[in-house]
């Protein structure tokens, strides 16, 4: 692996990890798999692209982008505690009304920014060549959305987002309403995956309806990834691994990319196979292993 | 104090499997009473508590926490005034969570949930001195994750925090019944003792008859959906389980000579 691919892999790494925090605070912090994030990050783009191509300030942007992700997350808690459907149905239905909604917001499957106004602009041509300054500033974003988020799920409403994926039971009868704290995790979830779309969308100079295809599994896998490689005993190492593992998720990919077996190399079109298999084996061969282990004390 | 009246609770209603859980309980609790309520399975002992706890809406009937009218209200905004301690250890609370995290979670019940932090500082000597109080050392282990305690550790736990802020009401659904004989006898100290000293109106679920007559001033027994026995003071204190049980195998026999009737009719 080069250099540059190195540094390219990173830059996904940081850039994936806003969606991976947010993909984090619904699968394992509210335990609602939520699949809006499909449809959240490509909206994050469309709407942050389609605000600078009409000539908007790209911070704005990337404002607007974030509350219109915040809506979606807010829409499938909606169906999911008000209508009562199934959560991950729920996400489903939001995840394929966003792409109808995507193409509305563009007018057209994709839109280029190579010529507009980013936000990465005005750093650029400071003495730091692109392929590091890059990574830099997303990893300075994700620095500063990761103590946001410790520091909120150590607030008073930060605990009661908590035990509401731990034990609804329980935190209904401390006085909490569910339906707000779950409707308060999907809009902060999503907000963050939209974040993470406004951004890519103006780091690779365009946004495309398409973008957001295997965005949950990307997301589960830095997840799970996080957890193998610090655990997750508390909120703060499971963020810190979060982010390890987004950034660890995009090395090995771009390690997958460069190996070739034979007459046999990997495709960028091979990654949502890959990824899948990946999410398997780590969801899978836990239950797996003590199933094996249950049989063999047997005999 | 509770007011309960003409309540009817019938679940899958319309359906083979109708269950006419409550028919037209009534129940007046006043307050500082602490009653234990008895019955055999299906007598509707934990319907009547989850009813007034507000786990779902009832048929017919009014329920009024110390004079307000509740029956409506959903389950989270009742439980401002109610403490509650499940069968379920495990259920009372968040095991990714640490001891302080869900004592502080408690000490908020029915007030304003903001970004203020969680756990503050001087919340931590407060929860050190409540839990010294229960003798299970866990006064040091405020920052453990609460899924690594015992089902009776737990379930003290849940006891505090039902009753860290002063609850109008103390629900307990058979909260021992989970429990080793010698921590279940743990977890009843606790009971009484937190419910002599905030002199708490409670309404406790047991299987256990000697326990119902042991503990509280008033017992009451259930049976198809309706109170049949309701005793205190003297009257209760002369009472025997075996009293208990033979009130218990007339009303069984009761049904029987009904539906014999009713076959034969």
């Known amino acids: 692996m080069s250099f540059y691919t190195f540094m390219g892999a990173l830059e996904q790494g940081f850039a994936y990890a806003l969606m991976a925090l947010g993909v984090y605070l619904t699968f394992r912090v509210l335990d609602f798999p939520d699949l809006t994030v499909d449809g959240s990050l490509p909206l994050g783009a469309a709407v942050s692209a389609t605000w600078i191509t009409t000539g908007g300030d790209p911070y704005v942007s990337i404002a607007l982008g974030v509350v219109a992700g915040m809506v979606a997350g807010w829409v499938t808690a909606f169906l999911a505690t008000k209508l009562k459907i199934l959560h991950l149905l729920a996400s489903i239905l939001t995840m394929i009304a966003l792409y109808s909604v995507n193409l509305r917001v563009m007018g057209r499957p994709n839109i280029t920014l190579l010529t507009e106004p980013t936000v990465f602009a005005p750093l650029e041509g400071r003495g730091l060549p692109n392929h590091i300054l890059y990574p830099l500033v997303f990893a300075a974003v994700v620095l500063v959305c990761g103590v946001l988020l410790w520091w909120f799920l150590h607030t008073e409403l930060g605990l009661a987002l908590r035990a509401t994926g731990d034990n609804p039971a329980m935190i209904t009868a401390q006085g909490v309403n569910t339906t707000f704290t779950v409707m308060l995790g999907l809009a902060l979830s999503n907000g963050l995956v939209a974040l993470s779309g406004a951004l890519v969308a103006q780091s690779q100079g365009s946004a495309d309806v398409g973008m957001g295809v295997g965005t949950i599994v990307a997301g589960l896998a830095s997840v799970i990834l996080g957890e193998a490689l610090v655990g997750d005993g508390s909120v703060g190492r499971a963020l810190v691994g979060v982010v390890l593992g987004s950034v660890v998720y995009r090395l090995a990919i771009a390690t997958a990319l460069s190996v070739r077996f034979g007459d046999l190399a990997l495709t960028p079109s091979d990654l949502n196979l890959i990824t899948a298999v990946l999410v398997v084996v780590a969801l899978g061969v836990p239950g797996l292993r003590s199933k094996l282990l249950r049989r063999r004390a047997v005999a | ?265």
């Open chain 2, 1 to 265: 104090m509770i007011q309960v009246e003409g309540l009817i609770k019938i679940f899958h209603r319309g359906s083979v499997n109708e269950n006419v859980a409550l028919s037209g309980v009534d129940l007046h609790v006043a307050d500082g009473d602490f009653v234990t309520l008895i019955g055999s399975n299906g007598a509707g002992k934990s319907t009547l508590l989850n009813a007034v706890a507000g786990a779902f809406p009832v048929d017919a009937g009014a329920i009024r926490i110390d004079g307000r009218d509740v029956t409506r209200l959903p389950e989270h905004v009742r439980a401002r005034d109610i403490g509650r301690v499940f069968q379920d250890p495990l259920k009372g609370t968040a095991a990714s969570m640490t001891i302080e995290e869900n004592l502080a979670i408690a000490a908020r019940r029915g007030l304003r949930r903001g970004l203020a932090r969680g756990v503050r500082g001087g919340d931590r000597e407060e929860f050190r001195a409540l839990l010294a109080t229960l003798g299970l050392g866990l006064e040091n282990r405020l920052r453990d994750p609460v899924g690594l305690l015992s089902g009776g550790q737990r379930q003290s736990i849940t006891l505090l925090m039902a009753t860290i802020r002063r609850p109008k009401i103390l629900l307990l659904d058979e909260h021992t019944a989970a429990l080793d004989p010698k921590t279940a006898h743990l977890v009843m100290d606790l009971t009484d003792r937190l419910v002599e000293r905030d002199r708490l109106t409670t309404l406790m679920v047991t299987h256990n008859m000697e326990q119902a007559l042991r503990h509280g001033n008033r017992t009451i027994m259930m049976h198809r959906g309706r109170i049949i026995l309701d005793v205190s003071g003297e009257e209760r204190r002369g009472l025997t389980v075996k009293d208990l049980l033979d009130k218990f195998h007339e009303v069984r026999t009761d049904d029987e000579g009904l539906s014999d009737r009713m076959l034969l009719a």
